[in-house]
């Protein structure tokens, strides 16, 4: 070091050798500026087998509903769909007279409750009922004493989301819920034996093509 500082002073330079900083100084920095709510870290990590995490807060559940109305019977139908694009259908027989704008309010309030049950928050709700989604959004006066109550329920319900929007679609953009709320309508259920969901599968060749030999 001797030999560095003779050269240096050829050139003016002057060395100065760096001071040492005792541990105990960063310590005492950091104790004098320590904040009361202070909560130490918890590092464990219970869900191990968890192998990744998404956030799906900013995309919404949305519920398609339909009603069916006519002179086999009347039905509802409705499909939840989550943001993962998981489909969940419900459908129901309603053995009860009714118009058809009551069926679409019908089919309105069984996916309503159907997402508070889950938890769901926020929802976007689609029909192909102008006069049901223009009634619930207040742009469209609600005359029909029959709908009157239908609509004071549907608003009571939105007091369980924090954010629930209504559209109008198009009835071949509703075609789930169209043939949930068909179907059920014409189908003759019998009230002593409990009836099973309806599994739906897509078969994509015909079924004698198992039989062809190479």
Known sequence: MARWQFLLSEFDIVYVSQKVIKGSAIAEFLASRALEDYEPLNFDFPNEELMCVAATEDYPWKLNFDGASNAVGNGIGAVLISPNGDYYPF????????TNNMAEYEACIMGLRTAIERGIRTLEVYGDSALVIYQLRGEWETRDPKLINYRKVVLGLLEEFDDITFNYIPRDENQMADALA?????IKVNKE?????????????????CNIEE
């Open 91 to 98: 459908t129901c027989k309603l053995d009860f007279d009714c």
């Open 182 to 186: 068909t179907l059920s309508s014409m």
């Open 193 to 209: 034996k409990e009836m099973r969901p309806i599994q739906m599968s897509i078969f994509e060749a015909p079924a004698h093509c």
